[in-house]
């Protein structure tokens, strides 16, 4: 018998009507029973909380990331599923991703269909993410939908409503569930994983700012008046701005807050190309160029990094870390199968 731990927080899979729309409100024994079981997997549920993902918070992902490794320091536990909303789904999985430094899987899953839609999608993807996690070793918080298995990082929600919701615009998938059993197509080396936080941490302000044609410091201003500590900005093309948001992001790294720079593309990776405010400039004044990592998990990585260090300069060495595109972390044992199981 193999054991897991599935950690309810809400989001569609957890839906149902309310009359005017969907909102979260089954609980996790609930969603557990909508769909059948593989066998000889026995689960344990948590219900952590009930939310709309898009109502998470920093203190929702805390509690999220605590729970998943009070799960794990039971030796019994083979794995840990976590039923998610879709819409911050990418957030959470990364989150809990840079923390985890356990062989065991975390598995991340939700549905586009409601609990008791007739044709819905929540008794598939969770029946496929039950079985990863029973399968998986060494791959760290993956995220498992529509028979496919994902890397958290780099993966991100790329339609609104249809059931392959997810995907890495710049890699294929870990590998499927087809049939009753998973298999994988390639490995991704794993870096390090941060300190974990401390329950209750005061949890830093991170905002995202949106570069656009026309536009100037005043919203980047904002948030640094706001008391951010971390802001990513959102450039055009390869990561690029205008002299004026340049300058601003001097003011603020010379300020001490952390300036991460992403892109609104929906495919490749932010580059130095261009001056003139672009990504040349932007790192001259400090920024961090976030590669492939678009801009919701370039802002958990900035969150991530100040919560587990203790000062301006660390969170900046362990920033710089989280986004090196070549980490040499990655675990000596090879990852193979033997009916499914992962050893």
Partial sequence: MRHVV????????????????????????????????PQDVEVRVVDLFTVNSSRLTTDHQLRLLHAVHDAL???????????????????????????????????????QQPLDAADGDAAGNLYDALLTAVSGRDIGAVIVFAGQVFAARGTVKRHTVNARAFGDPDGPPLGRVEFGRVSWGRRQPRRAPLPLPERGSATPRVDIV?????????????????????????????????????????????????????????????????????????????ALLTGTLKPGQARIAVLAALLATGDAASAD??????????????????????????H
């Fill in 6 to 37: 599935v950690i309810s927080t809400g989001g569609t899979i957890a839906s149902r009507w309310q009359g005017d729309g969907y909102a979260a409100e089954a609980a996790g024994r609930e969603v557990l029973e909508a769909g059948a079981v």
């Fill in 73 to 111: 320091a039971d030796p019994e536990v083979d794995g840990v599923v976590v039923t998610h909303g879709t819409d911050t789904l990418e957030e959470s999985a990364f989150f809990v991703d840079l923390f985890h430094g356990d062989r065991r899987p975390v598995v991340f899953t939700g549905a």
């Fill in 210 to 286: 949106m570069h656009h044609s026309d536009a100037d410091s005043v919203l980047f201003d904002a948030a640094v008046s706001a008391g951010a500590r971390g802001i990513v900005l959102v450039g055009t093309g390869a990561g690029n701005a205008n002299p004026e948001i340049a300058d601003a992001v001097r003011r603020a790294v010379a300020g001490g807050v952390r300036v991460a720079v992403s892109t609104r593309v929906a495919a490749g990776a932010v580059a130095p190309l261009y001056t003139g405010g672009g990504a040349v400039d932007l790192a001259a004044a400090g």
């Fill in 317 to 342: 060495v362990e920033l710089r870390r989280l986004l090196d595109t070549a980490p040499k972390t990655a675990p000596a044992s090879e990852l193979y199968l033997v009916d499914g199981v992962g």
